[in-house]
């Protein structure tokens, strides 16, 4: 499960009336009728977000990396992006889906999954997986899928801070490595989280015990239920489509690179500017459109939250290309299309973890502040540090997620248009809202994640530098990674 069942417990206690009427209702008839039947049209909807969200990985990422690389770079990019999707994929189904966010009964329970379902273990045409409404499921192949591709698009994110410099083959091993011991334990902390069913169940259970002992052994059951999933869901980290585990993860993660890695050669000293900004500019409109799957897919349903995602997408995305056409118009004195297409990206970094809890106007407010803050990272603070994040990977990506993840603490709020805390043992009952609590909740959950990816990648790029070298070699890089890599020419002219 993705979306946050943000502070259950408190509410458990404050709805707990509610929680049991609706139990009342639900649980008999989950237990008389036949296994639950996936709803057709969340089933149609979420294969297509599956699809979209592919796109944003190839072609949408692969082009708008590649336009912004120059011209001997380009099929190096492209091929490094179609490597990391069709890897990934792999490891999915191999390991990854079990150890993230198949299995929630591991020996570490809130911090990794377990093998239960290596190679697809049970998961079968017919076996199922809940969504966020009590006795509502989707086919576990479609949730499986569907998860794949956000698991393929983060680290592909990562390649453009060490753009044009890094080894093809050392690309594949750390890619390897950091999916492995960065990505999916990520995942899990923020995404596996309890069936409502159980919690439905469970709280019902907890509601009708009569005696110390039945209400002893039923809380039990129901902080067994909570404590087995991931530990940011169940500190009541609210993350709606990624903020914390595809933007600020691959963002660090590519600051990193960067720095270990070193600049490239020319940098500070010779135009290193992008061969194909209409290439970008297609490869970013791919992003949008695909960036539809990502966040309304993530609700896992077709409904009002669906749609509510979906908006929020659309109206952040158009604020932040403004916002930041205008704020480099100000400043530098002509509007680019690269600033409007970097804002657009800027702002759908910023409203995925906000996407399906804020209302439209938090989120046109939200890409409109976005621009401003990534704009000025990207300009002048990787000018004052001189690091080289080529694609500004960190500038774009870990900023703008890190703004959005803290300000969904703010525009979750009632009273700011937001959806409220929904308490899932009672569907209906919006439990009083602490922003102070929240937010501080979202800045654990963003340090958390910079501290476990920056310093796991750090690891994982030395040892990758130790066993086969991180870097081209000067003449190599001057000469072009297209060749030098992969023995062809993006263009031949």
Known sequence: MKRRLSNVEPLLTAGLAAAALLALMVVPALAADAPPVPNKGDTAWMLVATALVLMMSIPGLALFYGGLVRTKNMLSVLTQVFMIVSMVGIVWVTYGYSIALGDNAGPYPG????????????????????????????????????????????????????????????????????????????????????????IVKAAAELAAATGDAAKKAAQAKLDGIMDGSGWLWHLGALDFAGGTVVHINAGIAGLVGALMIGKRVGFGKEALAPHSLTMTMIGAALLWVGWFGFNAGSNLEANGVTALAFVNTMVATCAAALSWLFCEWGFKGKPSLLGMASGAVAGLVAVTPASGFAGPMGAVVLGLLVSPLCLFFVSNVKRLFGYD????????????????????????????????????????????????????IQCKAVLSTLLWSGIGSAILYKLVDLIIGLRVTTDAEREGLDVIDHGERAYNF
């Open 111 to 198: 911090l990794i999954g377990s093998f239960g379902k290596v190679f697809l273990r049970g998961v079968t045409p017919s076996s199922l997986f809940p969504t966020f409404t009590p006795g509502v499921y989707l086919p576990e192949l479609v949730y499986m899928v569907f998860q794949m591709t956000f698991a393929m698009i983060t680290p592909a994110l990562i390649i453009g801070a060490f753009a044009e410099r890094m080894k093809f083959s050392a690309v594949v091993v750390f890619m390897l490595a950091w999916v492995t011991f960065i990505y999916l334990p990520i995942a899990h902390w923020v995404w596996a989280t309890p069936t409502p069913d159980d």
């Open 389 to 440: 994040d080529a694609l500004d990977v960190f500038g774009v990506h870990c900023i703008g997620g890190i703004f959005g993840a803290i300000m969904t603490g703010i525009l979750v709020a009632p009273y700011l248009g937001g959806t409220g805390i929904t308490d899932y043992t009672a569907k209906d009952l919006v439990g009083a809202y602490d922003m102070g609590t929240q937010v501080v």
